[in-house]
C-alpha cells in the first residue's frame, strides 16, 4: 500500500501487527460524520477510533503528525506508530471492518490501488464543491451548527455597538 509511512520513534512500524486503529477525520464536515457514523456501525476485526483531525486530543495523542494536512487528507494511525493517508488509509480502514475486509484486499493490488485512488479524489472533490460537504463553507466559527437529524443550521453573531451592519 502507497501512503504508509511510520512515525519516528515506532517500534519498527513496518513488523509490528496492527491491534488498533485511530481514523482522523474532519468533525466539521457532514459527509465525513457520515462516514464516522457508519464505521461506527460497522463489525470490527481490528478496533477503530475515530477522533476529530486538528482536536486537542488528535494533537496530544499524536505529536508528531502534521495536523493541519490530517482536515486535507483521510489520516489514520495504527498503534505501532504506522501513518495511512489519502486511499491507504481508506484500504486499511475498509480492512479493519469484518464484511469489508475481502474488498480491502482487492484494493491493495495495482489495480484495486488506482480504483481506491480514483475513489479518495472523486469524493474529495465532491466534499469541496458541495456547501454543507465541508470545503470550508460551512463552519462552526461562523455561526453554522449541524444536526444530524436537522441538518446545517445558522444563529447570526450577537451585534455589539456598531459591529454588524444592516441590510
Do not use: N
Not at 501512503?3 to 496492527?18: F, K, L, N, Q, S
Not at 486499511?92 to 480504483?115: D, I, N, Y
Not at 472523486?122 to 469541496?128: E, N, Q, T, V
Request: net charge positive; glycine share 14%.
Amino acid at each position: 500500500m502507497s501512503g504508509v509511512t511510520a512515525t519516528h520513534g515506532d517500534r519498527g512500524a513496518a513488523r509490528v501487527p496492527v491491534r488498533r486503529l485511530t481514523v482522523l477525520y474532519d468533525a466539521e464536515c457532514s459527509l465525513c460524520a457520515f462516514v464516522r457514523d457508519w464505521l461506527v456501525r460497522q463489525r470490527q476485526l481490528v478496533p477503530l477510533e475515530l477522533v476529530p483531525a486538528g482536536s486537542g486530543a488528535a494533537r496530544a495523542r499524536f505529536p508528531g503528525l502534521d495536523h493541519r494536512s490530517t482536515l486535507e487528507e483521510i489520516t489514520v494511525v495504527g498503534d505501532g506508530g504506522q501513518v495511512y493517508r489519502g486511499a491507504a488509509a481508506w484500504v486499511v480502514t475498509l480492512w479493519a471492518l469484518r464484511e469489508h475486509r475481502p474488498l480491502a484486499h482487492r484494493l491493495s493490488t495495482p489495480s484495486g490501488a488506482r480504483l481506491a485512488k480514483g475513489a479518495v479524489l472523486a469524493a474529495a472533490k465532491w466534499r469541496g464543491a458541495r456547501p454543507g460537504w465541508g470545503g470550508g463553507v460551512y463552519r462552526r466559527g461562523d455561526g453554522w451548527t449541524y444536526d444530524p437529524h436537522g441538518g446545517w443550521s445558522y444563529t447570526a453573531p450577537d451585534c455589539a455597538g456598531s459591529s454588524c451592519t444592516t441590510p
